[in-house]
């Protein structure tokens, strides 16, 4: 039997085949997805004061995409585990389809639970995407996997575009009924994505994988792990923060949808960006360092914004943010592939996603509440406190593993 039937028969992809045209789908997946997230971000607080029932729950439905967000990692975690990757990703399309459609429908309606609940279908597209970076780091050699993780992340580059785009020239479609035609175009990108994954063979999970590894409790009482989780909560959970209350401020202080739709261009291009030389860093200097320099970017985003409320302000502090939750975000992710074996993949990375999109989930859902109470200054000075944890879990491990060389 020649290499390729046996690969055939045995359900082995080729590496070139996997590592190179597979990655590719995946980061074009992976803008798409973003493209769906960028629009509930940028509409979802809008709608949601235009159809809540009190301004406090504006932010409700965002803060329910982060739910749906946290909810579905586990389960996508499993169906991965039992059925494969692709599996799991054609159900998130799926889900990506249905939010813009139940999303197009309660505008018109005027119903706002019902677009609640099309935020919760949003967020479990938007996990079952974010673990397309990890899947990319399946497909590759062991040295290539951070370049694989952020070049996947750059994929979302175009998120930045496509889907503040969308928002501009689909918002007044469909009169009176504002947004509604972007949710329609929403759920079409959904469907485009879903094809386009049709087309990605990740390697099927083993049998060692299925049954799972070692026990979970040791992997999670790992020092590394631990730090890893803390800066992944961190750079993502203030990076939702101040966006899903910037778009809201923004209009409070005067300022046009169109600004808004810009400034979260320039952010989601900020965020994904950096994803072309991400990876080359890490290799470089190390994912401690690089999670470091994110963690910094996302301070200075939040000083910048305490300067001022004009348009330049905010978008400064929106790129910035973008810049550190890249290099947060991504440089977390390098540290939790340090804490598993390739057997325990399927059970360790939904694990970390749940922790870091559970937590996201407070801070999405306290951050309308305190922007209409206290303001947006209120929100920016939060951020600190994180922050400071970030760094000194970071510094606490740092000097556990000297230790350990040293000894």
Do not use: K
Not at 41 to 65: E, K, N, Q
Not at 314 to 332: K, Q
Not at 338 to 347: A, D, F, N, S, V
Request: aromatic share 10%; charged share 10%.
């Amino acid at each position: 039997m020649s290499q390729v039937n046996a690969n055939a028969a045995t359900g082995i992809v080729p590496a070139v085949r996997s590592g190179e045209a597979d990655v590719g789908r995946l980061a074009v997946a992976q803008a798409l997805a973003g493209a769906n997230s960028a629009v509930v971000y940028a509409t979802g607080a809008i709608v949601g004061s235009t159809l809540a029932p009190s301004p406090a729950l504006a932010t409700l439905p965002i803060s329910i995409f982060v739910v749906g967000m946290a909810a579905c990692t586990l389960p996508a975690g499993a169906i991965a585990r039992r059925h494969g990757r692709r599996a799991a990703f054609l159900t998130g399309t799926g889900s990506g389809v249905l939010v813009g459609l139940l999303a197009s429908l309660a505008v018109v309606l005027g119903s706002f639970w019902l677009f609640c609940l099309g935020m919760f279908f949003g967020g479990a597209y938007a996990a079952v995407a974010l673990s397309f970076r990890f899947a990319a780091a399946d497909c590759v050699p062991a040295a290539r996997r951070p370049r694989a993780l952020s070049a996947v992340m750059a994929g979302g580059v175009f998120a930045g575009v496509i889907g503040p785009q969308l928002v501009t020239y689909t918002m007044d479609l469909w009169q009176p009924y504002l947004f509604a035609a972007t949710y329609l175009a929403q759920a079409a990108i959904s469907a485009v994505s879903a094809l386009i994954l049709l087309g990605v063979r990740v390697p099927m999970p083993t049998a060692a994988e299925v049954a799972g590894g070692r026990p979970l409790g040791i992997i999670v009482r790992q020092p590394l792990f631990i730090t890893a989780v803390i800066c992944g909560v961190v750079s993502y959970t203030l990076m939702n923060f101040l966006m899903t209350a910037a778009p809201l401020a923004m209009r409070l202080c005067g300022l046009s949808q169109e600004s808004s739709n810009l400034g979260l261009q320039w952010h989601i291009i900020a965020m994904y960006g950096p994803g072309f030389f991400t990876g080359r860093l890490i290799t470089r200097f190390g994912a401690p360092r690089v999670v470091t320099a994110g963690l910094s970017l996302t301070a200075a985003s939040a000083v910048i914004g305490l300067t001022g409320v004009d348009v330049a302000h905010f978008w400064l502090t929106l790129i910035l943010l973008g810049v550190g939750w890249n290099f947060g975000f991504i440089g977390a992710s390098a540290l939790v592939l340090e804490c598993h074996r390739p057997e325990e993949r399927t059970r360790v990375q939904p694990l970390n996603d749940f922790l870091v999109f559970g937590t996201m989930a407070v801070g999405s859902f306290s951050s309308g509440g305190l922007l209409t109470a206290y303001g947006w200054d209120t929100v920016l000075w939060v951020s600190f406190v994180p922050l400071a944890v970030a760094v000194a879990a970071l510094i606490v491990t740092a000097s556990s593993r000297a230790g350990r060389v040293a000894g």
